[in-house]
């Protein structure tokens, strides 16, 4: 188990009774690297030369529940670090790589509703409205974009990502190699540090993918999770001298079931629902304009009890960093406890309505990640 990890600390956040804070949030970390880089002392040392990995979708708990499947990982020294909310990964890879809460980002979920043509906005390909740009979505600069004339700076990640519409929030800057498999990106980690690269930035994204259509709890994941913990360790024993390499997640999971889906679109709510952004975790909505927000939020709270928590816009900035625009995610947030989740037929794909892993909400296997060091 990672008894070495550190965990420590609450804020105004902790609105879940078992919500714990870690150390570090995920947004302070683009700061550690520019000390890191510049030679400060930072939460990686003094290296001189930084790779970061992110591994999409393992959370903290999730990586501590299989010691068996994971024992070079569960053996490492680091911090319990948090994610910010929503806990999915438009908003945490953004909050990661530029250090901004998602309120500044406006990169709030894996839907907003787009300001221009008023419908469902995919976040991660930019899918839903031709009108936007995404190299001008985001109000904030990455760190790339921010510091790349100090540092020679790369990122590596799956192919298919190279110039996707999130890629352009947050890598816009970075020279990117386009890789197809976790082997291929640590040897191009490997190509990039003998290049004299002083931050590299890695993603990985099969533990997501998986968790999302068999959970983190099935054969596949834990799999999966094994090949993962063999190939990086066969890789820290490969690194040059001054080189540093960490691991960290945007997100943890939750596994759910069809008992634990609570629907919308045949809920006496219907009607007074215009659209649902966001995700089933973490539900968007946006009332018809003759709807009372007040009492709508309250009876919605009341259908819900002990199974979510009704959040009215004005609050959010106490989630977010910043209050989102209405138009982006409507007058409501509502933040799934346990493993239930909030459907809508009229607004979710059926494969979004299928998912087994999820994540989006405040809890702490959603919430908590890994920041650790592989040695």
Known sequence: MCNRIVVAGKRHLSVFEDVTIGTMQITEIANEIHAACNGSQSIFGSPKQLILILADGLGLHNLRAHPGHARYLNSLTGVAARTCVPATTAAALTALL????????????????????????????????????????????????????????????????????????????????????????????????????????????????????????????????????????????????????????????????????LRLDTSPFASSIEMVTGEPRAGQIHLNATVDEQHFAENLQDWLGERALVVRREQLGDYYGAIPEEELTGQLTVFMRDNWVLLDSRWHKPQAMELIGVHGSLTDMEMDIPLLELT
Do not use: C
């Not at 839903?128 to 979505?137: F, H, K, L, Q």
């Not at 510091?147 to 816009?172: C, H, N, R, Y």
């Not at 094994?226 to 001298?241: C, G, I, K, T």
């Open 98 to 261: 530029t250090g901004a809460e998602p309120g500044e980002s406006r990169m709030l979920g894996y839907q907003v509703r787009s300001p221009i043509n008023r419908q469902p906005l995919d976040l991660i390909q930019f899918r839903g409205d031709p009108a936007i740009d995404p190299s001008r979505w985001s109000r904030v600069s990455n760190i790339f974009q921010k510091w790349g004339g100090e540092f020679d700076m790369a990122a590596i990640g799956p192919a298919k990502f190279s110039g996707s519409g999130m890629s352009q929030v947050t890598l816009s800057g970075a020279a990117y190699t386009g890789t197809n498999r976790i082997e291929e990106s640590l040897a191009a980690a490997l190509t990039q540090l003998k290049a004299g690269r002083r931050f590299i930035y890695l993603y990985h994204g099969d533990l997501d993918h998986i968790g999302h259509h068999y959970g983190w709890g099935s054969q596949r994941w834990l799999e999966a999770l094994e090949d993962f913990d063999s190939v990086l360790h066969r890789f820290a024993s490969q690194l040059p001298a001054g080189a540093a390499v960490w691991l960290t997640a945007d997100h943890g999971m939750v596994d759910t079931d069809i008992a634990h889906h």
